[in-house]
């Protein structure tokens, strides 16, 4: 973020059309809406969402220093008169309003990324490679819904070069006010898959879906689509009836814009052969996964179109790192040596688990070790639930996945069609899991978590982490003894 105040509350005010109580400061270093993790001097939203009211936190933010709160109306009769507030009649309309004012007072190239898989990834690709040529502003962790894109909007700071805006949706009509508020440049539809089928059903209504993003670009900008996905053909049509000019492409296929090569997937990393608009470069990329580098493919070709240097942008991609949650990987200390983690636990569908297990049929193995993959359900499938989880075993067999533990009722269905040697474990929940995953890991195995995040992987990652504190402990105890 810049240096310079991110708002002053002169403009905030304006644009929120908000009325002013207590003692205001001149200006707000940021925007939060978590009390927890304020930091001095920014200012809080208190919105209203299905797990609480923010409101009830309004006293811990201005505790924490937080320079301002933005209420309701209904709701600042609650708070001292002499408490620094701007007062609106709804805080997430108010939010929208000041992520408009964003939008209309920014220089910056704004590229808008949606998509069934990879949108995190790509979002993330894109800021450390723009970075590079110009201060870039992106979407915070996974903040694309009819919240977090205008919390992400609003943080924009005046003097960015590029943003990057992450759009998701489960439902249909929730992407378009996204794009219309952020209206991008350049839209990137990573990949369309059998995601939110349950809403859906058909990949082309997904499609659809996804396309919305068109309806908000900018007079005359770009499109990004992966040319080797089924539904390209469909986005394609969309974006001309949009009246979309320039359509770009990426992929393996020979009439891609930013075509893949070659790629050589190790361990830890990739390589990549690529041309990018005629011009080959070879980069790497600094994480394992065939889906990063086609990812790579659309954040070089969206650099291309917003005007950045594309060398510095390929350089740049060797540092890339997987968000918390999303391949991120780490070792436990257990007797007789060490396990690798590969914590996927954010999220999961069909597509995301086949790109994860490939990621662990890549992954290096000790004496003795195993691959073992444990697999939560993947939701909002529809009809085609069950089906789609027992499609894993492909997967898993291509990418010698040893054992597989598995928890959640449609997960069953996988379990049941597992042969008897590459089972590992099942249970209805991953709190009854748990136990079974910790008591079978050994030295030198490699362990892939995943599952929708609904599932609730993520504990078994945590208590994988403490297995290997408690083994240091016990070692150092004997050791002592």
Request: charge should be positive; proline fraction near 5%.
């Amino acid at each position: 973020m810049s240096a310079r105040p991110l708002w002053t509350v002169d403009d905030m005010a304006a644009a929120m059309g908000a009325e002013r109580r207590g003692a205001l400061p001149p200006a707000v270093s940021g925007i939060s809406i978590d009390s927890r993790t304020i930091a001095p001097g920014e200012a809080f939203f208190a919105l209203r969402g299905d797990r609480g009211d923010g409101h009830e936190f309004v006293a811990s933010a201005l505790a924490a220093r937080a320079g301002l709160a933005v209420v309701a109306v209904d709701r600042c009769r609650e708070l001292p008169r002499d408490v620094p507030l701007l007062v609106v009649p709804d805080v997430l309309d108010a939010l929208r309003a000041l992520a408009a004012a964003a939008r209309a007072r920014t220089p910056a190239k704004v590229i808008g990324v949606t998509g069934s898989v990879g949108k995190t990834g790509t979002k993330e690709a894109l800021r450390l490679a723009l970075s590079k040529d110009g201060e870039t502003h992106a979407s915070v962790a996974s903040y694309n819904n009819h919240w977090g894109v205008p919390l992400s909007l609003a943080r924009c700071p005046a003097s960015a070069h590029y943003a990057v805006l992450e759009m998701g949706m489960n439902h249909a009509g929730e992407i378009g006010p996204l794009a219309r508020l952020a209206r991008p440049h350049v839209a990137i539809i990573t990949a369309v898959a059998p995601v939110h089928l349950e809403f859906f059903g058909s990949l082309a209504g997904i499609a659809d879906a996804k396309a919305e993003i068109f309806l908000g670009l900018e007079a005359g900008g770009d499109v990004v689509l992966n040319r080797d996905n089924s539904q390209f053909g469909h986005l394609k049509r969309r974006a001309q009836e949009t009246g979309v000019e320039r359509i770009v492409s990426f992929g393996q296929h020979e009439k891609a814009d930013a075509r893949l090569i070659k790629c050589a997937l190790h361990p830890a990393c990739s390589t990549v052969v690529a041309q990018i608009f005629g011009t080959e470069f070879t980069y790497k990329i600094g994480a394992p996964g065939r889906h990063l580098v086609h990812n790579s493919l659309a954040a070089l070709a969206a650099c291309v179109l917003v005007g950045a240097d594309l060398a510095l942008a390929a350089l740049a991609l060797a540092e890339f790192r997987p968000p918390t949650g999303r391949g991120t990987t780490f070792e436990i200390d257990l007797p007789g040596g060490r396990a690798l983690i590969v914590d996927e636990s954010y999220n999961a569908n069909p597509a995301s688990v086949a790109a994860a297990l490939a990621v662990l049929g890549l992954a290096p193995l000790g004496a003795r070790g195993r691959r073992i993959a444990v697999l939560g359900d993947m939701l909002e499938l529809g009809p085609r639930g069950r089906a789609l989880h027992r499609g894993l075993i492909a997967a898993i067999e291509a990418n010698a996945v040893d054992l597989v533990f598995c928890c959640g009722p449609l997960m069953r269905a996988l379990w049941q069609a597992l042969p008897p040697s590459r089972r590992g474990g099942y249970a209805k929940d991953s709190a009854a899991l748990a136990a079974q995953v910790l008591s079978a890991v050994h030295a030198g195995d490699a362990v892939m978590v995943k599952g929708s995040l609904g599932s609730r992987m993520a504990p078994i990652v945590k208590a994988l982490q403490r297995l290997s504190a408690r083994d240091r402990a016990l070692e150092t105890a004997s050791a002592q003894g």
